[in-house]
């Protein structure tokens, strides 16, 4: 499968702790960083993986940090979200089987063996229904599909958990999406508002599956650099008590 990280983001919320370096490098232990963490769980889970990594800000930093993956540069980070770093990597989203990430998710073992590295014949997104209240960007669902998500949402059934896993059908659609979207001067949007475009211009059929049982964060705050530490140091000392 190909795997698509999107790390190009200056991480501002977290400022000033992310000036010097990107949030994706913030370091769960010695030697493991919050992107290095997540490429190598792809890799044990899936032998064959195409890992493409595109980067903005700090771009050189994180080329240090990894080893055989491939790298795009948006260069246009600084006035531009997610959806123009996309584009920059829009030629990977032919594969047969495309897994989008957001750079700064931290997901324990499990969840990345079980979801994250699993293909898919559908077009679907992880979500945590067990956040209801402060979430970031959020959802709403009928049935098994996503009827929204947004950041506007002021009552949601879940929460949006940064992961987003296309078929070959799904991911040639979305990149004449994103196309249309940067060719009409988009540039600032979040690449999933690309999937909600979809939704409710093209009848497009988004599913998701539910993270809720799993332990999982995005890091965007202080309290959520502690979670993600707590996460893989849990993991790594069980990892360890049982060699």
Same mark, same amino acid.
């Given at each position: 499968?190909? $795997?698509?990280?999107?790390?190009?983001?200056? =991480?501002?919320?977290?400022?000033?702790?992310?000036?010097?370096?990107?949030?994706?490098? &913030?370091?769960?232990?010695?030697?493991?960083?919050?992107?290095?963490?997540?490429?190598?769980? *792809?890799?044990? $889970?899936?032998?064959?993986?195409?890992?493409?990594?595109?980067?903005?800000?700090?771009?050189?930093?994180?080329?240090?940090?990894?080893?055989?993956? /491939?790298?795009?540069? @948006?260069?246009? &980070?600084?006035?531009?979200?997610?959806?123009?770093?996309?584009?920059?990597?829009?030629?990977?989203?032919?594969?047969?089987?495309? !897994? /989008?990430?957001?750079?700064? *998710? %931290?997901?324990?073992?499990?969840?990345?063996?079980?979801?994250?590295?699993?293909?898919?014949?559908?077009?679907?997104?992880?979500?945590?229904?067990?956040?209801?209240?402060? =979430?970031?960007?959020?959802?709403? %669902?009928? =049935?098994?599909?996503?009827?929204?998500?947004?950041?506007?949402?002021?009552?949601?059934?879940?929460? $949006?958990?940064? %992961?987003?896993?296309?078929?070959?059908?799904?991911?040639?659609?979305?990149?004449?999406?994103?196309?249309?979207?940067? @060719?009409?001067?988009?540039?600032?949007?979040?690449?999933?508002?690309?999937?909600?475009?979809? /939704?409710? @211009?093209?009848?497009?059929?988004?599913? $998701?599956?539910? /993270?809720?049982? &799993?332990?999982? !964060?995005?890091?965007?705050?202080?309290?959520?650099?502690?979670?993600?530490?707590?996460?893989?140091?849990?993991?790594?000392?069980?990892?360890?008590?049982?060699?």
């Amino acid at each position: 499968m190909t $795997y698509i990280i999107l790390v190009a983001g200056k =991480g501002t919320r977290l400022h000033p702790l992310t000036l010097n370096y990107p949030k994706s490098l &913030y370091r769960l232990d010695r030697n493991t960083t919050v992107l290095k963490r997540m490429v190598q769980l *792809i890799r044990k $889970y899936d032998e064959k993986a195409v890992v493409v990594v595109v980067t903005g800000f700090l771009s050189d930093t994180i080329k240090k940090e990894l080893e055989g993956v /491939i790298f795009i540069h @948006n260069p246009f &980070y600084e006035v531009t979200n997610s959806i123009a770093s996309l584009w920059f990597a829009k030629e990977y989203l032919n594969s047969s089987n495309v !897994t /989008i990430i957001n750079g700064d *998710i %931290v997901m324990e073992e499990k969840l990345v063996e079980s979801i994250v590295c699993k293909k898919t014949d559908i077009p679907k997104v992880c979500i945590d229904s067990s956040i209801k209240n402060n =979430g970031d960007y959020n959802v709403e %669902v009928k =049935g098994d599909k996503i009827l929204v998500m947004s950041k506007e949402l002021d009552q949601y059934y879940g929460e $949006y958990a940064g %992961v987003t896993k296309l078929d070959s059908i799904s991911s040639g659609k979305l990149k004449e999406c994103i196309i249309e979207m940067i @060719n009409m001067g988009m540039y600032d949007q979040w690449y999933e508002n690309a999937l909600v475009q979809m /939704i409710f @211009n093209d009848d497009f059929e988004l599913y $998701y599956v539910d /993270i809720k049982d &799993y332990r999982w !964060t995005e890091v965007d705050c202080v309290n959520d650099m502690l979670l993600a530490k707590h996460i893989h140091m849990e993991e790594h000392l069980y990892d360890t008590s049982h060699e």
